[in-house]
């Protein structure tokens, strides 16, 4: 009797970590972000108002972010014209080094949306430990992660969105 308890603990178990496995890390997390403007947004409303967005976790310490926000910024244009796909580059700046973001922006020219994660929640929601982290949300639900940047990445990112896209 004991043994069959235990056995029934251990497939409710497996089954619940096995569904937050397979669901959960898709759902999308409803956090608050700010725009550089300072009105609120969350991902969800961004989501509802557009099928298809990529989101990138980046900061302004992090070299390998600003490598990929440029090669997606040189043919972003591109990305939009022929797939509608809209990016976000949420960075993860925290109090100290946050009074950075608007002037490196300013330098930079990217054309896509900067928000602020000033409190690491969304970092915290996605389980980030390392930058840059890049997702792609379709309709509201996570199909794509990715840790990490190597030049090329932006061509592999925009075959994944075409792919999404037919």
């Known amino acids: 009797m004991n043994i069959e308890n235990n056995m029934k603990k251990i497939v ?10 397979l669901f959960g890390q898709r759902q999308l997390p409803n956090i608050s972000l700010k725009t550089l403007s300072g009105t609120n947004t969350t991902l ?7 099928e298809l967005i990529i989101v990138s976790l980046w900061a302004t310490w992090c070299v390998p972010c600003k ?19 809209k990016y976000f580059a949420v960075s993860i700046d925290d109090s ?3 009074k950075r ?15 602020l994660d000033e409190n690491s929640d969304l970092k915290r929601a996605f ?9 792609i949300i379709k309709s ?10 190597t030049p090329g990445f932006e061509d592999e990112l925009y075959n994944r969105i075409v792919a999404l896209k037919n």
């Open 12 to 21: 409710y178990l497996l089954v619940f970590s096995l569904n937050f496995m």
């Open 44 to 50: 969800t409303e961004i989501a509802e108002k557009n």
């Open 67 to 85: 490598n990929e926000l440029d090669a997606v910024a040189d043919v972003y244009d591109d990305w939009v014209s022929e797939t509608g796909v």
């Open 96 to 98: 100290r080094t946050a």
């Open 101 to 115: 973001v608007k002037p490196m922006i300013n330098g930079k020219g990217w054309e896509f949306e900067i928000l």
């Open 127 to 135: 389980g980030v430990s390392t930058v840059p982290y890049t997702v």
């Open 140 to 149: 509201g639900e996570i199909v794509y992660k990715h840790t990490g940047y």
